[in-house]
């Protein structure tokens, strides 16, 4: 059931979301996960979005196989944030052949993966800045 691509609305069609509608040129994805950096990866992806690098996308909606996601992820150019080499999101973009335009791990900045919370803001600062350069 895992491998089966579930047929899926993406998106509320009432609403004026473009994630589906094919509009949206650059999709940010990021890993969320447990760690220190796996939250600075979802504040980077918050903060490209806010200055207007790309559209914040849902990471899960194509990890549970929505085919509404994966079909906009294909379609786009996508920007990945990954937290740490494990790298789940590219794990999950390569499961449906979705090739990131472009790809960073916040470990490869020099930021080491704890579960220590209280340096986030200076951490996401020292992220922003850095991978901002490379975009």
Not at 74 to 87: F, H
Request: hydrophobic share 35%; charged share 25%; glycine share 10%.
């Amino acid at each position: 059931m895992a491998d089966k691509m579930e047929k899926d609305v993406c998106c509320d069609t009432k609403t004026d979301d473009t994630c589906c509608s094919g509009a949206v040129k650059t999709l940010i994805l990021a890993c969320s996960g447990g760690s220190n950096v796996g939250q600075i990866s979802n504040s980077l992806m918050i903060r490209f979005h806010m200055e207007g690098i790309g559209n914040a996308y849902c990471l899960a909606g194509i990890g549970a196989a929505l085919s509404g996601f994966i079909e906009s992820a294909r379609a786009a150019q996508t920007i990945l944030i990954d937290g740490c080499p494990t790298a789940c999101g590219r794990k999950a973009l390569e499961k449906y052949g979705v090739e990131p335009y472009k790809y960073f791990v916040v470990t490869e900045l020099g930021i080491k993966k704890t579960h220590d919370f209280t340096k986030l803001k200076d951490e996401t600062d020292m992220a922003f800045f850095s991978l901002k350069k490379q975009l």
